[in-house]
Nanobody, 121 residues
């Protein structure tokens, strides 16, 4: 059974920083793309940032470019999201997702349970 567990959310004032982590565990033969999504109340879930298998290619939604940084540690099966210069509009539940190959050799998208990020003005 593969699981993704996020940590690092919380409450921060505007302009502050938070760092999120998401660790994958279970029977994992390989992890391809890893991403962070977020969902604010009353809004659709949106892709925040993604990173490829080597970590050499990343992409961000325009609203976080220059403020957020996604990275990964393949030895730890972990993806990170460093969030700086946070704004109240960054308030959302943040989810990590990863394309993982487990023991049946079929790539599947797995999702974490989400972690709340609240930015006060």
């Amino acid at each position: 059974q593969v699981q993704l567990v996020e940590s690092g959310g919380g409450l921060v004032k505007a302009g502050g920083s938070l760092s999120l982590s998401c660790a994958a565990s279970g029977i994992i033969l390989g992890i391809n793309t890893m991403s962070w999504y977020r969902q604010a109340p009353g809004k659709q879930r949106e892709l925040v940032a993604g990173i490829n298998i080597s970590g050499g290619r990343t992409n961000y939604v325009d609203s976080v470019k220059g403020r957020f940084t996604i990275s990964r540690d393949n030895a730890k099966n972990t993806v990170y999201l460093q969030m700086n210069s946070l704004k109240p509009e960054d308030t959302a539940v943040y989810f990590c997702t990863a394309l993982i190959v487990s023991r049946d050799y079929i790539p599947r998208d797995y999702w974490g349970q989400g972690t709340q990020v609240t930015v006060s003005s």
